[in-house]
């Protein structure tokens, strides 16, 4: 006999930054409960700052008794570079050809993010896919959103087998409680988001220019690129650019 109220197994959608971060603490210090297992959608492209963070994560979660996994749908730079692979849309901002401007629709969280992490839970229930999930096999997916994050909240993950908690709201705890909190114990987390995301904020790109010249020039590298094959990837329709200013990261203000 299943459960339709309980779930199958619990787990942490970990992204490695503050907030996600911040849950996985908790349940590792005992201050909430543990979950079966904690998963990190890795698009092969965070900065290396992001990966020493989750090493050191994964040590503490492993003492607990929380195993990681960490899962990929492929190298999302790679990809983007190779004409040959399937495009997928990455929310660049668009100067079009007639001088307006306009921005890309995302679609590179769903497709390196939330659907390995899809996959993962599948297996973890034990019915890969394309094996169906029978009624009542679910797991309840925890998802890093602050109390100050709640407009962001969604009732549903679309897929029948998995439904979302959100602790930190249910807890009260907003993003910068969550930043005091992790600063006490030492650690101090990095914002998890692709080294050319284009949602990275002014002093982002900035530290990247200056801190990580390295990390940068791959960034300049995939937004020349870019734009020599045009902002749907495939055909000159308009100029994209990840820096909202539509200038090369390395140019931006």
């Known amino acids: 006999i299943v459960s339709t109220t309980n779930p199958t197994i619990r787990v942490l959608s970990l992204g490695a930054g503050v907030q996600s971060t911040t849950l996985a603490l908790l349940a590792i210090e005992g ?24 090493d050191r994560l994964e040590a503490s979660l492993n003492q607990a008794g929380i195993p990681l996994y960490r899962v990929s749908a492929g190298d999302l730079r790679a990809d983007a570079l190779d004409p040959n692979h399937r495009y997928c849309s990455i929310p660049y901002f668009v100067r079009n050809p007639d001088g307006s401007n306009g921005m890309g629709r995302r679609q590179c969280t769903s497709e390196y993010k939330l659907k390995p992490i899809k996959v993962k839970v599948r297996q973890l229930l034990g019915y890969p896919h394309p094996t169906p999930v029978p009624r009542g096999i679910w797991a309840e997916q925890w998802i890093g959103f602050s109390a100050d994050e709640v407009g962001r909240v969604r009732d549903t993950l679309d897929v029948q087998y998995a439904r979302p908690r959100h602790p930190l709201i249910e807890l009260g705890i907003d993003r910068k409680a969550c930043q005091r909190w992790l600063t006490a114990r030492g650690w101090l987390v990095a914002k998890s988001a692709c080294i050319g995301c284009p949602f990275h904020r002014k002093r982002q790109w900035r530290q990247l220019r200056y801190q990580h010249p390295d990390d940068c ?37």
């Open 31 to 54: 201050r909430i409960s543990k979950p079966d297992a904690a998963i990190f959608a890795d698009t092969k492209w965070e900065p290396r700052q992001v990966y020493a963070h989750l």
């Open 217 to 253: 020039a791959l960034a300049v590298a995939l937004d020349a690129a870019t734009r020599s094959r045009g902002a749907r990837g495939r055909t000159p329709d308009g100029e994209a650019f990840p820096h909202r200013s539509r200038l090369p990261p390395d140019q931006g203000p």
